[in-house]
């Protein structure tokens, strides 16, 4: 079987299983989960609406696997249920209006520390062993291994509280209303720049400490020895010759680290009270809205199998040996 | 296994590593001697400085701040060991397993670890702590277990490939011994150092995750621990009353256990591999970390 048509089946397979578990889990608890779910949400949602709402989760009446099919039709139909919080919001026009959201901070945020990363892993990879690289190698260690939550609420209490150079909430200004002037534009990048930091601070470790590793593997192969014998200059060996090919199995895992981008960063969204993905699922799981999670789950799980699979699409046409071996 | 001990005396990352988790793990055991409050009694006015009866102040309901850094320390660790040890089991079993026996054995196992690798298990596992809701300590532990091995048993598979050509295995082979003696006695001593790392990094993974957990409020907010702490703070609204030593000293905890354990996983590694001293495996604790916090 070709090798592309085998990674599509395997995600297929591994979609229809975290749908399946997605099903699952709700009646796999101790209680009913109908009811549980519309007694915690009763003060919020109207009687006459529980029906309505009871079939657009895919409580139909029926035997369970026919209940299972139900579900399933629904989802591929891109039908994710209404909200039970925000009756009668559908669930994907909730997530959409988050969405926006979350793509721009962790979505930006994650394309500066690949970046960033990959430059300060070449450069400690090059001094391999000088103070530079001592400092940057220990930095990312200490930024990788702190938890996000500690770096969001530190940096929040400084800079949002004690100094008051950044806002402690929200995406932009609530007084202004969303238009393109340059008053509501520099609110929301006012917003957005003190989690956007603290992300980068984050996540910018992981990239130095992969683009350090491959690029020292790399720095003892014989084309690099050879650019050097050929007498090029050492920026040109560093740039062109070693990063360029280290950077190649970090391009695979920026493509799954911007698939996980869907899932927001919860920690991140909630401490700055962010209007992201994260935080939507955050409300939604405070709130038992079981639609909501339901959906986030699946919408994060699609995006992930897509970002897998871009990278092996990408694999092949880097490596045509894959392409037909079986 | 001597020489890790040896390469591990030698190694400055290890040394100073050891050194904060050995303080942290000391701290926990001899908590009910280094305070004389009760963690979880009100023992002064609430959102107090710190001061000399106080030394880290109190919390809004009054509990002294330092007591509960010290007693929590005991559920951070019993909770990253356990999850860890867990993750580590089975990851290393199935891995084993897989690798050495082959054939169908190993399809089945590892197309289920693609497929857990593949789905988001973060977010899954938020999901599944909101439906048991307030999940005790234990009970994330146990989630953490089942759902984080995958990492784990795709690397041991792999290791288990290459020890399993060596010739010592062939020999045991030849001579008859079961097939389980050689996974336990022949190839598992071998995988040790991937086992090891593995440990390390799980055990990082489960005290952040934990700690996440509850700071979201998903487990149970009686236990008393570094995430509750924070989610108590949070609540508090301790840092926009100025009361920065509610939140700080959880904070600060978190960072020095998660550094030690880190220099640690580093050293073990470069022990390891001397050859790389940078090896690649590096980069699961620094995408395990990520994927962890960053996203979750």
Redesign the interface.
Known sequence: MPFLLRRTLFYLAAFIAAATINFFLPRMMPGDPVALMFSSAASELPPESLAALKLTFGFVDGPIWKQYLTYLASIFTGDLGMSVKYFPLPVTELLGRALVWTVGLVGTATIISFFLGSFLGMLAAWRRGTRLDVIISVCSIFATSIPAVVTSLVALYFFGFTFGWFPTGYAHDPALDPAFSLQFVGSVLHHALLPMITLCFVLTGGFTVTMRNNMINLLGQDYVVMARAKGLSDRRVMVLYAARNALLPAVSSLAIALGTVLGGSLVTEVVFNYPGLGNTLYQAILARDYPVIQGQLLVMTAAMLVANFIVDVTYVLLDPRLKGSG | MVQLLTGLRHNRKALIGLTIVLIIVLIAIFAPLLTEYNPAARTGRPHQPPSADHILGTTRLGQDVWARLIYGARTSLAVGFAAGLLITVVGTALGIIAGYRGGKTDEVIS?FT??VL???N???L???A???GQAGPMVIAFILGITSWAWGARVTRAETLSVKQRDFVKAAEMMGEPQWRIMAFEIFPNVLSIVGINFIGSV?FAV?TE??LE????GDPNVISWGTM?YNA?KASA??V?A?WD??AP?IA??LL??G???LN?AVDEIANPR?????N??R???L???G????
């Open positions: 197309f693609n497929m593949v789905v988001p973060l977010p899954l938020l999901v599944i909101a439906f048991v990082i952040i700690a996440t700071f979201l409020g998903l924070l949070q840092l926009s100025g920065w939140i700080l904070c978190l960072a998660g550094i354990l880190s220099l580093f790389l001293r940078t090896g690649s590096l980069g604790w620094a995408s970390v990520k994927a916090e960053g996203r979750l």
